[in-house]
């Protein structure tokens, strides 16, 4: 058995443990990433890998609430500004693309949601434009006949998050940062000021635990004796067979939940969050064919040409929801040095949040207003049962 | 509402499946039949062309003829239908028709006979075009009569290379020689017909006399090591099994068929979530069945080379006893007494062992792919449809992926494309293997070499997808 020491001990190798390495490790700061698996299969390597700038669609299918997009909107519009120097601190390409997108409506209903956004989207300097109908038929040809309305914002995006984790992981191991896949944590306790994290046959002593474990984040924080009220989920995605470059934006619905892209290989990617038939939380969840045709028949709609083509494959992955759909990112009260960092739409926040992380450890004020986002919302009894009881 | 119902629901209408539709029809079981093909028959009873029929005539007239008892006794045959995925419920199969117009077929019992898969090593020039598989080759001279090139170099390893070979000769190609990557044709082979079940050893061997009057030379121990030519293939080269890395000759061609026999195609299986596990011997991923084909899931049985590659007899006998099966749980008047059930057990234990007496005269299958393996160069495509290369996905199972498939395949792409990974999948899985058995206990993380199975198991049109929401709404 051996004992490890490290400023920072990161639980969880996806897009946010790699994002938080590498902010941590470049700030000289001694970086021990833990995985359960192997990094970057999880929600990281699931996901659509949208980057969401104009407000998101405010319903996925079965979303308990909407997510407060007033308030949402100027943390998208700073994370938009962090990825512009994504792939220069990263010195390699994540496929990153800025190549605007569309939010269309259909209702009535819709349609006046639209405007509404695009007034808390002026709000939040993030510039978008209303057309109608035949306005955004003529800006994008592929919108079928029953778009009414839509928003066009220059700035939404798309990175591959193939790509997009295993470069930061990788920039962070550059910068000094060790990374130990295949090590599930098993304990995680006080010791002294700090904490003792215990991973597969690993010791870790550090002063500070940033708990990006995604899914499991709540599992996790519940090692230590936290309890968070966290609702994971799995969503899925389905991909149809390549084609020559047809859609060079985003298109996603305001009422129901939709985004479809072009991806660099030539691939359609269809996705907005549809259930998958269950969250599988020790291995790969199923795929639900309802919401497959639930999904397809909705991309169909908005994008006639859809029907022309062959559906290649289909996956779901884990998602870590909060009750109010609102991203989790801060210390946990009463728990000093135990960051957790999580949440809806985590992707696009990657690169802001590890920075702000980084910012957390060091004591220094953030780069956005996170007051309101922190755990303490979420703090609810510990279960009994959690190991660390006997390890006090 | 367009889902049929019926009693047995059989996936795939090759030797298992008609075997097994046959006996449960004849006891009076409503038996629905489904195969992608336009013809009912499956690899080895696969009908050939009316015109080949004419000109030669049919060399497996038992086919047909099963073919058309199986029609005879009422069931209900879906040609032209792909069976591509489970419904919600973990047991209605979702297909499409010839048309394109979507089916859910539901069946008390589910025999999954999908066959097999031919197998592949990647070896440089592999992608070149006209390399194609023997099964390809086999397929165009006995459907069209025709053959993949003029001079054709036929090699890999097993007993399908020499009919694939004599196919050949009678499309009219020259067949310049027969590569074999191990010695099983001398003298081992004449030795071997005297065992017990000589019928198939003493077909091997007329295709070898058959070969040898053609003067087409039969080489053993060789293996082909890289294909070379500009827009399509024009040579190959040949070395040692034992050292595949240095090169022995080439051999001028414009056609090679390269394969190393057969493995489950085990797709739907999977999908079903039947459980699986690796084969010792082979290094397949092959579902766990019982001696009578049942799967870890009620009520499907896997049956035929689904279940473990082991030919065309060994098919029937399978097919056969997972009918044989459902009709003592049916407590069918016709199921069979003790004596049958004893009788097909028997069978089907002589055919294993016969199976795996024939193996042994090849190499086994998961020591040659290690030695393939080992020599290939890091620039080697080894997904020909992403194009990635063995470096890529060396690289991504020893270091980020530390031995585990899929995460592998996510950070190289190996198995992303077109085909699913059918054709590269067995040797991405052997390469991360190998890779991770540098890395810490990463070779036990592999866990079965396999990709997942996903939805749909080949490309759907949307157009299907819409139809079948569209019943759905119907239905309320
Ligand atoms: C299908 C899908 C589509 C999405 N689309 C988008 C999108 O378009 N845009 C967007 O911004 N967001 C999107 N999201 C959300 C976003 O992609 C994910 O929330 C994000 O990638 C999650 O990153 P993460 O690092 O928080 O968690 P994950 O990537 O899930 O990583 C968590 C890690 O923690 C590890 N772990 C768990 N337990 C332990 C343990 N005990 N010990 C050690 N390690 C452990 C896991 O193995 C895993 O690697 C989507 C999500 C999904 C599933
Ligand atoms: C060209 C060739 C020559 C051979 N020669 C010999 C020989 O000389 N001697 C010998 O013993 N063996 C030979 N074999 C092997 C022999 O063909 C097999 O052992 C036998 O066919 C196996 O029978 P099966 O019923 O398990 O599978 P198959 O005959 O492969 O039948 C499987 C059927 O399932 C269908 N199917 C698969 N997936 C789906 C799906 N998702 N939806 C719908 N339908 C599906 C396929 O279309 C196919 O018709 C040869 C094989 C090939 C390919």
Redesign the pocket.
Known sequence: MSALTADVVVIGAGVLGGAAAFHLARGGHRVIVLDRGAPGREGSGTTAGNLHVQAVHTRRPGQEVPLDSARFLPLQRAASDRWNSVEAELETSVELRRSGGFTIAETPEQRAELIAKHAWEDRAGIRTEVLDGDGARAALPLLGPTVTAATWCPLDGYANPLLTTPAYLAAAVRHGARLHPFCPVRAVERSGSGWRVTAGDLTVEAPHVVDVAGPWLGEIAALAGIGLRMTPVAIQMHVTVRLPETLRHLVQHIGEGLSVKQVTAGNLLIGGGWPALRLEPDGRSPVSLSSVLGNVAQAARVLPFVRDLRLLRTWAGPLAATPDEMPVIGEVPGAPGFLVAGGTYAFTFAPLWGETLRCLVEGKPTPVDIRDLGPDRLLEPAAPAAPYEEAR | MTTTACDVLI????????SAAARLAAAGLAVTL????PE???????SPSPAVLREHGDHRPEGGRLVARVRSLGVDCRTG????GVDDDGRTLL?TGPDGSPVRLRGRHVIV????Y?RTHPFPGWQLPSVTT??FA??LA?ADGTSPGRRVLVAGSG??LL??ACSLLAAGADVVGVAEAGHPYRPSLRAATALRHPA?LR?LAGYAARLARARVPLWQGRVVSRASGADRVSSATLAATADPGRPLRTVDVDALCVGYG?RP?T??ARLLGCEIRADAVTGDAEPVTDAFGRTSRPGVYV????AG???????LV??ATAAAHILLREGSPAAPGPREIARLAARGRALTRFTALSDALYPSQAELRKALAATLDDDTIVCRCEAVTAAAVRSAAAERAGGDLNAAKSWSRAGMGPCQGRFCGFAVAGLVRDAAGDAADGAARCGVPVFPARQP??PVPVETLLALGEQDGGDG
């Open positions: 996936v795939g209408g090759g030797p298992a499946g008609l489904v195969d992608e093909q009912l028959g499956g690899q080895y009873y696969r239908h792909l069976v591509w297909g006979a999908t066959g097999a031919e023997p099964g086999q397929h006995a007993p399908f009919p694939v198939r077909e057969f195609q797709d739907l049956a035929g080379e689904a590659v082991g030919g065309v007899h060994r098919a399978r097919g198991i080949r």
